[in-house]
C-alpha cells in the first residue's frame, strides 16, 4: 500500500501508514458484507486518517483500493511481531498462523525466513492455514478447525491474536476460542475483550498464563 500511495504522489512513513491501517480496520469493522463493500469504510478511515488534501483525495482512494485488490495486498509483516515470534515460541505454546489470504502466506513466511511448518529457517509453527487453501475464511469458525487439530488443544484452551473485530475478535468467539485484539495504537474502547498493543505484550501474557 505504501508503493501505491507513493506511486500517488503521497510518501509516508511507515509508523503513519500502520495507524492509518488499523483506523482503517476500525471503519472496516462496523460493516459486515462483501469483501468489495467493507473495503470502502476501510479505505475512507484511512484517507481520513491521513488527511489527505481534498483535491487529492480520489486518486488517494483509486490507488488504495487497486493497491487492496493486488495479489499479497495483505501479506504484510510487523517486524516486532517477526522479533518477538521466537520468544512466543520459547514459552512452549503451539503456535498456528490463521490468515485470510491469497494462497502464498505459507510460502511467503517461509520464503522469508519468519515461520514453518517443521524444520527450516525460520520459528516452526504447527500450522499455516491460508483461507483461500482452506475454503473458508474468519470469521467463519470452521477455518480455526485445523488450526486446533493441529495444535491438540481444545477451542477454550487456545487464544487468537488479531487486528479485526469482526473477523478476528468475533470469529474466535464463534468458534469457542477466547480473542486477543491486537491494537498497537488502542484505538479500540471496548472493554468485552482483551487486547495487546504489541508481540512483546502478548509474549507477557503467555508466560504470565503459564507461570
Known amino acids: 500500500m505504501r508503493a501505491a ?3 500517488a504522489g503521497f510518501e509516508l512513513p511507515p509508523n503513519v501508514l500502520a495507524r ?3 483506523a482503517g480496520m476500525a471503519g472496516h469493522d462496523r460493516f459486515d458484507g462483501e469483501y468489495e463493500e467493507v473495503m470502502k ?30 495479489p499479497g495486498a495483505w501479506a504484510g509483516t510487523l517486524r516486532e511481531s517477526i522479533e518477538q515470534l521466537p520468544s512466543l515460541a520459547a514459552t512452549g505454546v503451539a503456535i498456528g498462523i490463521v490468515s485470510n489470504a491469497d494462497g502464498t ?9 519468519i515461520c514453518q511448518v517443521g524444520p527450516g529457517p525460520g520459528v516452526p509453527v504447527a500450522i499455516v492455514v491460508d483461507s483461500s487453501v482452506a475454503g473458508v475464511r474468519k470469521p467463519d469458525p470452521r477455518i480455526w478447525e485445523p488450526a486446533l487439530a493441529a495444535a491438540g488443544v481444545q477451542p477454550e484452551e487456545a487464544v487468537h491474536v488479531g487486528d479485526s473485530l469482526v473477523t ?6 464463534a468458534a469457542g476460542i477466547r480473542p486477543l485484539h491486537f491494537d498497537p495504537f488502542r484505538l479500540c474502547r471496548l472493554e468485552d475483550h482483551a487486547h495487546a498493543a504489541s508481540m512483546a505484550e502478548v509474549v507477557e501474557l503467555v508466560r504470565a498464563e503459564r507461570a
Open 20 to 22: 492509518a491501517h488499523y
Open 168 to 173: 478476528d475478535v468475533g470469529g474466535a468467539r
Open 105 to 113: 502466506v505459507e510460502a511467503r513466511l517461509r520464503r522469508e525466513s
Open 5 to 7: 500511495l507513493g506511486g
Open 41 to 70: 469504510p476501510y479505505v475512507e478511515e484511512m484517507v481520513r486518517e491521513l488527511a489527505v488534501p481534498e483535491d487529492q483525495v480520489e486518486g488517494a482512494r483509486t490507488a488504495l483500493l487497486e493497491a487492496l485488490a493486488s
